[in-house]
Every structure is written in C-alpha cells, then in structure tokens.
C-alpha cells in the first residue's frame, strides 16, 4: 500500500468504527484488503501495479494532497501509475541487501533498490483513547446501480453510544490493513521499494512485460517473466452526469479487467451524519473485494452483483443517496487478475504475486466546484466553505 493511499486510509478511519458492532464494511473501493493473510514460512514478494486516474494520479503526501484536503483544486484529468514492491523472507541478516531487476520496458534503469532492514515483528502498541474518535450521527448505507434506491433503502446504523472497546476493536483491525507481519511474529528480512517515507514516480507508459530478477543475500533468486496479459491496466476515463436526482457514471471498458466496483462516501445532510454508497448489488457485509483476485473468483463475485461485469459501462448513484449526502468522494476501481507464481518443485521455496489495479477518484455533490476547475464555468466563484475538505468528513 502506497504512503498516499495508507494516508487516505488512515483519515477513513472513522468510516469503519462500526465495526466494532459486528458491521463488516468494506474500505475504499480503490484500496483492497492488504496484510490480512498469514505470511507463509517461505520467501514472498509482493507487487501492485496501480494505475490512477483523476485525483487518485496526484502525487499522495505532497503539495497537492494537502492542497485537495484544505479545499484545493486538483486536476480532473491527470493519470498515473504506482508500483510497490515488497520482499519479505524468514531470519535475519546482518548486512541485508536486494533489488529487483527490471526490464527495459519499465524505463527505469536497470534496478529498483529494495530497502531492506531486520526486524522481529512483535504487537504494535495499543490505541491510546485519545486516538479513537467517539462518532456521532448515524451512518446510512445505500447500494446498487439504479437511479432510484431500492426497498430497504437506506440502512441506517446509529453511531453514538459505541463503546470505546467497540472502537478500539474497530480501529486495530484498519491498523492490519496496514501491516504484514510473519507468521507467529517470527524474525524476518524484508526489502522494499519505494520507501515508505518516499514517494517514486514511475514513467506514465512504463510496462512491466518482460524478464524480472529479484536478488538479494536474505531470499532465494526469484526469476519471472511478465506478459501483456499481466501489464498495468488502463486509465479509467470516468464521466458523470446528471439524470434527475441521480448521477450517472459512465466509463470505458478496461481491457483484461475481471470487473468493477465504485464506491461513494461523503457527509450526510444532518450534522454527524455518514453516508456509503456502493455499486455491489450484494449486502454490505458482502461486497468486500479479496486481494490476490483471480479469473475464478471475479467471475463469482460479478455473479452474485458485488462486481460488475467487465463488459460493464454504466451504472448510477441513486437520487436518494446523491439527496442524502451534501458532498461525497466517488472512487471507481477496475480489477485485473494477479499473477500467482511459485518456485520450482526441488528449488529454494518462494511466493510471488503481482496484484493489478486501475482506479479513478473524483468528488460528487455540492462540493465539485471547488475541486474542479472546469466545473461552474460562467458562475460565481463559490464561497470558501463549499469546497470539498476532506477531513470535514470526519
């Protein structure tokens, strides 16, 4: 997970304190479960290609970051691409050392340096109550991609009165997605690029087809090759418009992708309110989308309507939710199927996994003028208060 989006993550935390109820939400659309499998006992290295789209291609954890959360105007049509690689191996080293060779299709050199240190994983400190957020409102939950909400609509969870132990509970496990320890908490080596306090642009038509090399004194030698099937996906070219009270989105299909998933989070009309919306068809308990996705598993998932199909190009935010919430951020997440490899039966064991993503975040709702700037041309600028400020979610 990139420093951008832990960030963006971390300022959702609110967002899933109702877990602590027994609640399963899923976080951001354009941010898939990480961390929650056990490390096997064997060499792992872990990638994720993501190609970003709107504000989710802004460089996360710079100017324009805290220019978008204070109110700013970010671009609407930027693309990007991330990649993070992370080498983890059972022991420790004195001296540890890797990089990750790459193939000139990338243009990034020849290798990527994979930042390593020893370490011996143990429990992270405890939540402190001062850093649990008592929640007020409620929190209504819509879903589906109808223009009108369908019966039952909207869920309604009453968010005062949780617990602090609820909390606690709720807010240990966001902290998981976060982290990846070994096994038992077992010492171990790992190596990564880019570093977390670094932010590494990778060239907007970079491609990863091609011969890869992971070498290092802690992991056996890791040899694959990527094909086309496996390279970063498409830009998501995501439009809105309005129909009635609804907001229709429309995008083009994305080329390998298994499906769609497009989430809605914002500020409800009434003070302390939350309101989600999803495109899944399912139950909110039931629309988180697994990391490590494969071919199989997407097609069940589009089956049971927490996906959509990959032939896909249009779906709506109802008018029930668009009226419920004053301003919301929209992220739309196209999956690609991850590469699975392992070594040769006989040979020195490893795990790979290249996961692959296209994601596009743009705001919804009231506070769309202050973040596009090609939006309300002809109009009054709009006041200071009405921008998008993405911690008056919280």
């Known amino acids: 997970m990139g ?9 959702a935390g609110p967002l899933v304190v109702v877990l602590g109820t027994g609640l399963a939400l899923p976080a951001l659309a354009a941010t898939p479960k990480v961390g929650t499998r056990q ?9 994720e290609a993501v ?4 504000m989710g291609a802004m460089a996360m954890g710079g100017a324009d970051i805290m220019r978008m959360m204070m109110g700013g105007r970010p671009s ?7 990649l993070e690689l992370r080498l983890q191996a059972p022991g420790k080293v004195a001296s540890p050392s890797a990089e990750h060779r790459i193939p000139p299709a990338l243009a990034m050199g020849t290798a990527l340096p994979l930042r390593s240190d020893s370490d011996s994983p143990g429990q992270p400190a405890p939540w402190q109550d001062k850093d649990i957020p008592e929640p007020k409102g409620r929190l209504l939950l819509y879903r589906g991609c109808a223009e009108s909400a369908g019966a039952g609509q909207p869920e309604i969870i009453t968010l005062k009165g949780l617990l602090p132990e609820q909390r606690r509970q709720a807010l240990e496990g ?3 997605l976060a982290t990846s320890p070994a096994a038992g908490g077992a010492p171990l080596t790992s190596g990564r690029w880019p570093a977390a306090a670094e932010a590494q642009a990778v ?3 970079a491609s990863l087809v091609g011969s890869h090399v992971v070498a290092s004194n802690y992991a056996p030698e890791i040899r694959f090759q990527v094909e086309r099937s496996h390279d970063f996906l498409a830009p998501v070219t995501l439009t809105t418009t309005t129909a009635g009270g609804a907001q229709r989105l429309g995008w083009q299909a994305i080329p390998t992708a298994l499906g769609y998933q497009a989430m809605a989070t914002g500020m409800g009309r009434q003070e302390g309110d939350i309101v989600m919306w999803t495109s899944s068809e399912a139950p909110w308990a039931d629309s988180s989308v697994p990391g490590e996705l494969r071919a199989p598993a997407a097609a069940r998932l589009v089956q049971r309507g927490v996906l959509l199909a990959p032939e896909r190009t249009t779906c709506s935010v109802s008018a029930q939710a668009m009226a419920a919430m004053r301003m919301a951020m929209l992220t739309f997440t196209a ?6 490899l392992n070594s040769a039966k006989g040979a020195p064991s490893w795990r790979l996994s290249l996961e692959r993503r296209s994601t596009a975040m743009r705001p919804l709702g009231e506070g769309l003028e202050g973040l596009d700037p090609g939006a309300g041309e002809g109009k009054e600028e709009p006041k200071k208060q009405g921008s998008f400020n993405l911690f008056k979610l919280f």
């Open 335 to 340: 999956y690609g199927d991850t590469l699975l």
């Open 3 to 11: 420093a951008g989006q832990r960030r963006i993550r971390q300022a």
């Open 51 to 54: 190609t970003s789209s709107g």
């Open 203 to 205: 060239p907007a038509q």
């Open 39 to 47: 490390a096997a006992p064997v060499a792992t290295y872990g990638m």
């Open 174 to 176: 966001l902290r998981g």
């Open 76 to 82: 609407m049509n930027s693309t990007s691409r991330q």
